[in-house]
């Protein structure tokens, strides 16, 4: 490593003095100085020094046609040259509509979901689908629906409601005495259940046998369909959300579809309800929305839901100052154009297949435990030869992650599952290198 340039240290220094880092336990951060990134082009992100990193994960999971792209440039310029920001309350304004009509098309193919309620980040976008589920049932006179079913291992974000929603131990454990208190079924991925290849069928059954057991006591069910991405990348058996369609449509409660994550193409399509044609009652969008911009959320409802709203009565007594903020909204726009004509989602397949062959090529690493996979959304888990966890204090997943960094790579971990959530947009050439890094960064690490 070169000594950093003075410009470099003087905002390492300035960073560890003042900024306290998301998900970070913050005493190992003070003892390394950190990677500052200043720029990015295309899919890499360019730090102080000048040194290019390909973006592994997305910029955490959000980026879609990379960095300073010129349209999306362009489109946030123009809207600049009108107005930043204005309130939708009491106001309406061009963006947020027209995204409002763009999102139903995209996302509700079976046109269920007809409207639009915007804030500005995951988190906020599950807070208010759980709101808006338990007021629905209220303002039907249906009082005693008080309760949410969600799965263990899942993430919503990190606002009280949606915490209370997650299953993480190690985020969310030390909250539980703040909150709402909700009745948790399993995993239904195939590595965390006891049952194996069984899981699907197990879990249904023990939705089922919830839902039975609190019988009208029950709003709404919660998933992240397809893959449950911060509790380590756990897909689920094919099959799986469109029986649980059915289950929580038989049963009469509401589903909500969290495509916080797995939304705007990160799975292969558009979004992971279209793998399975299910048609949620509520689905949360986010950190893809604005192609990976600026901060924006939508949650999006049935005709049905917004009707028992209209009342004066019956009022959502729920907003955020920047709600469907115009610069956000008008990016957004241009990201949905460019996925049309781009055709990215069209163009995924041949990079999910060298994703997948990659995936196959380190299956025989001796520390490469097993490994999971939907479209750009990857684990890699980690362990001893001998499939023994490693000892957690050793940090082994953030260890490979910051030797990837002398491979031009940038990823981040979930514990000792190593996290690959390429844009889907990605260019092959980018996409192989990125592989290639980090397969070279496996082996290298573990040669010892
Ligand atoms: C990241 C994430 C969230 C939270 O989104 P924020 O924008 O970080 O609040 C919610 N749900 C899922 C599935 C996520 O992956």
Same mark, same amino acid.
């Given at each position: 490593?070169?000594?950093?340039?003075?410009?470099?240290?003087?905002?390492?220094?300035?960073?560890?003095?003042?900024?306290?880092?998301?998900?970070?336990?913050?005493?190992?951060?003070?003892?390394?100085?950190?990677?500052?990134?200043?720029?990015?082009?295309?899919?890499?992100?360019?730090?102080?020094?000048?040194?290019?990193?390909?973006?592994?994960?997305?910029?955490?999971?959000?980026?879609?046609?990379?960095?300073?792209?010129?349209?999306?440039?362009?489109?946030?310029?123009?809207?600049?040259?009108?107005?930043?920001?204005?309130?939708?309350?009491?106001?309406?304004?061009?963006?947020?509509?027209?995204?409002?009509?763009?999102?139903?098309?995209?996302?509700?193919?079976?046109?269920?979901?007809?409207?639009?309620?915007?804030?500005?980040?995951?988190?906020?976008?599950?807070?208010?689908?759980?709101?808006?589920?338990?007021?629905?049932?209220?303002?039907?006179?249906?009082?005693?629906?008080?309760?949410?079913?969600?799965?263990?291992?899942?993430?919503?974000?990190?606002?009280?409601?949606?915490?209370?929603?997650?299953?993480?131990?190690?985020?969310?454990?030390?909250?539980?005495?703040?909150?709402?208190?909700?009745?948790?079924?399993?995993?239904?991925?195939?590595?965390?259940?006891?049952? &194996?290849?069984?899981?699907? +069928? $197990?879990? !249904? @059954?023990?939705?089922?046998?919830?839902? %039975?057991?609190? /019988?009208?006591?029950?709003?709404?069910?919660?998933?992240?369909?397809?893959?449950?991405?911060?509790?380590?990348?756990?897909?689920?058996?094919?099959?799986?959300?469109?029986?649980?369609?059915?289950?929580?449509?038989?049963?009469?409660?509401?589903?909500?579809?969290?495509?916080?994550?797995?939304?705007?193409?990160?799975?292969?399509?558009?979004?992971?309800?279209?793998?399975?044609?299910?048609?949620?009652?509520?689905?949360?969008?986010?950190?893809?929305?604005?192609? &990976?911009?600026?901060?924006? +959320? $939508?949650? !999006? @409802?049935?005709?049905?839901?917004?009707? %028992?709203?209209? /009342?004066?009565?019956?009022?959502?007594?729920?907003?955020?100052?920047?709600?469907?903020?115009?610069?956000?909204?008008?990016?957004?726009?241009?990201?949905?154009?460019?996925?049309?004509?781009?055709?990215?989602?069209?163009?995924?397949?041949?990079?999910?297949?060298?994703?997948?062959?990659?995936?196959?090529?380190?299956?025989?690493?001796?520390?490469?435990?097993?490994?999971?996979?939907?479209?750009?959304?990857?684990?890699?888990?980690?362990?001893?030869?001998?499939?023994?966890?490693?000892?957690? +204090? $050793?940090?082994?997943?953030?260890?490979?992650?910051?030797? %990837?960094?002398?491979?031009?790579?940038?990823?981040?971990?979930?514990?000792?599952?190593?996290?690959?959530?390429?844009?889907?947009?990605?260019?092959?050439?980018?996409?192989?290198?990125?592989?290639?890094?980090?397969?070279?960064?496996?082996?290298?690490?573990?040669?010892?």
């Amino acid at each position: 490593m070169t000594t950093p340039t003075a410009k470099t240290r003087r905002l390492q220094q300035a960073d560890q003095a003042h900024v306290w880092h998301p998900f970070t336990p913050m005493r190992l951060w003070l003892d390394t100085p950190p990677l500052v990134i200043e720029r990015g082009e295309g899919f890499c992100l360019i730090d102080t020094e000048g040194r290019r990193y390909i973006d592994g994960v997305s910029s955490l999971w959000c980026n879609v046609h990379g960095h300073r792209v010129a349209e999306l440039d362009a489109a946030l310029r123009e809207q600049l040259d009108r107005i930043a920001h204005t309130t939708l309350l009491g106001l309406a304004g061009p963006p947020s509509i027209e995204l409002a009509g763009r999102l139903v098309k995209a996302a509700s193919p079976g046109g269920g979901l007809t409207r639009v309620f915007y804030s500005d980040a995951g988190a906020t976008a599950v807070e208010i689908a759980a709101k808006i589920a338990y007021q629905y049932w209220q303002n039907l006179g249906q009082a005693r629906r008080t309760r949410f079913i969600a799965f263990r291992e899942g993430y919503h974000g990190d606002t009280i409601g949606s915490v209370s929603l997650g299953g993480i131990d190690t985020f969310h454990r030390v909250y539980r005495p703040l909150l709402f208190e909700t009745i948790f079924v399993a995993s239904p991925c195939p590595h965390v259940h006891p049952a &194996g290849d069984g899981a699907a +069928a $197990a879990v !249904l @059954a023990e939705v089922d046998a919830a839902l %039975a057991a609190h /019988a009208g006591e029950v709003c709404a069910v919660t998933v992240e369909p397809l893959v449950q991405g911060a509790g380590g990348i756990l897909t689920h058996p094919a099959g799986f959300l469109r029986d649980l369609r059915e289950l929580t449509r038989r049963r009469d409660v509401l589903l909500i579809a969290d495509e916080v994550a797995t939304g705007f193409g990160r799975t292969g399509r558009m979004f992971a309800c279209h793998h399975e044609a299910v048609e949620p009652d509520l689905m949360c969008l986010a950190k893809g929305i604005t192609g &990976g911009y600026l901060p924006l +959320a $939508a949650t !999006l @409802a049935t005709e049905a839901i917004f009707e %028992a709203f209209l /009342a004066p009565d019956k009022t959502f007594y729920h907003g955020h100052t920047y709600t469907g903020n115009a610069l956000a909204c008008a990016v957004a726009i241009a990201s949905l154009e460019r996925f049309q004509r781009e055709r990215i989602i069209e163009r995924m397949g041949p990079k999910i297949e060298r994703i997948a062959s990659f995936l196959g090529g380190i299956a025989s690493c001796p520390n490469v435990l097993r490994t999971r996979q939907c479209g750009m959304m990857v684990g890699i888990d980690l362990a001893l030869p001998d499939g023994e966890p490693f000892d957690p +204090a $050793a940090r082994t997943g953030a260890a490979v992650c910051t030797r %990837a960094r002398e491979h031009g790579i940038l990823i981040r971990p979930l514990g000792d599952t190593l996290v690959l959530m390429p844009a889907p947009a990605m260019d092959d050439a980018t996409l192989a290198a990125l592989l290639e890094g980090v397969g070279r960064t496996i082996e290298e690490h573990f040669r010892g």
